[in-house]
């Protein structure tokens, strides 16, 4: 299995389905995770299960359908030092939090 220790991640929906497994795998291999879902009760379950792996988490409620909220979330990121190196967005027509960060 490879690994991702230390790497940031940055996986939105992670409160159900695909999001949900990406973190976990991804917490298996390592990586520190920035997890976001619009759904409280579904990033609860999915930070609960991550940290039980000793993942180093840092969760935030976010509906990414809301550009200023997406924005915030990343620049948010970005003062606590959390450098993505992977970043798993929900299909959706915005911009990657990379695009928020300074270079």
Do not use: Q
């Not at 990033?43 to 940290?51: I, P, S």
Request: glycine letters at 8%; aromatic letters at 2%.
């Amino acid at each position: 299995m490879s690994t991702l220790r230390g790497k940031v991640a940055v996986v939105t929906g992670a409160g159900s389905g695909i999001g949900h497994a990406l973190a976990i795998e991804l917490a298996k291999r390592g990586a520190r995770l920035a997890l976001s879902d619009v759904n409280e009760a579904g990033l609860a379950e999915t930070v609960e299960k991550v940290t039980s792996l000793h993942a180093e988490v840092h969760a935030a409620l976010l509906d990414v359908s809301n550009r200023d909220a997406f924005g915030a979330y990343a620049r948010e990121l970005a003062r606590a030092r959390l450098r993505p190196r992977l970043v798993h967005a929900l299909p959706l027509p915005l911009p990657s939090p990379l695009d928020y960060l300074p270079a």
